[in-house]
């Protein structure tokens, strides 16, 4: 039985894999993934990610993961920050580790 705080652990973990997969999926090289916050808006923020960029990290995130990102409709709503795409991933592992 997980603990609150080997969820937590999971939950941080989720999201520095996701801040190392954004800056070298996108090729970022004026920040560092430590540089991201976890509140870091990913669309219409200050990294200038795009449609196309978008595209890009789904792939990248399904195959680090293994796991199916987009399930039919596309929500704009998981790509708000690094917090609510790590929910995101977060929640597809879990019925992942079920199946």
Do not use: C, Y
């Amino acid at each position: 039985m997980q603990t609150s705080f080997d969820i937590l652990l999971a939950m941080e973990n989720i999201k520095q894999q996701l801040k190392v997969i954004i800056i070298q999926g996108l090729r970022i090289n004026d920040r560092t993934p430590e540089s991201l916050r976890d509140d870091q808006q990913l669309i219409d923020g200050d990294l200038e990610i795009d449609s196309i960029d978008i595209l890009q990290l789904i792939l990248e995130i399904e195959r680090h993961f293994g796991i199916k990102l987009v399930d039919g409709d596309f929500d704009m709503a998981v790509w708000k920050s690094i917090n609510t795409l790590a929910a995101a991933v977060d929640s597809k592992l879990a019925v992942k580790a079920r199946t």
